[in-house]
Nanobody, 123 residues
Framework: QVQLVESGGGSVQAGGSLSLSCKAF??????MGWFRQAPGKAREGVAT???????TYADSVEGRFTISKDNAKNTLYLQMNSLKPEDTAMYYC???????????????????WGQGTQVTVSS
């Protein structure tokens, strides 16, 4: 069992920034990612970061959000800039050990998940 603990959510006005953190065990060797779920909507992938440092982003956040990690601190980050009201959601981090194949949103769905942290962006 891998425990993931998110923090850093909160309320911000449109155009503002927030930084999310996710503490987990041995993130250096895992596929890591951030997802979000808004009320009444399906969970969607936000960003992934594989064990080699390669990243992918959803089109809706490309250029505004940055995923990164600090292996020594076993912490995954999501820096969110130029926030929009439509970014309002519960944000979750996810982790999965992948030996072969890509680190993708689909593969993370069957990994370990945190409890989430709320992000609210007001207009």
């Amino acid at each position: 069992q891998v425990q993931l603990v998110e923090s850093g959510g909160g309320s911000v006005q449109a155009g503002g920034s927030l930084s999310l953190s996710c503490k987990a065990f041995d993130i250096g060797s895992r596929c890591m990612g951030w997802f979000r779920q808004a009320p009444g909507k399906a969970r969607e992938g936000v960003a992934t970061l594989d064990k080699y440092g390669s990243t992918t982003y959803a089109d809706s956040v490309e250029g505004r959000f940055t995923i990164s990690k600090d292996n020594a601190k076993n912490t995954l980050y999501l820096q969110m800039n130029s926030l929009k009201p439509e970014d309002t959601a519960m944000y979750y981090c996810a982790a999965k050990s992948i030996i072969y194949g890509e680190c993708s949103f689909n593969r993370l769905l069957s990994g370990y998940w945190g409890q989430g942290t709320q992000v609210t962006v007001s207009s």
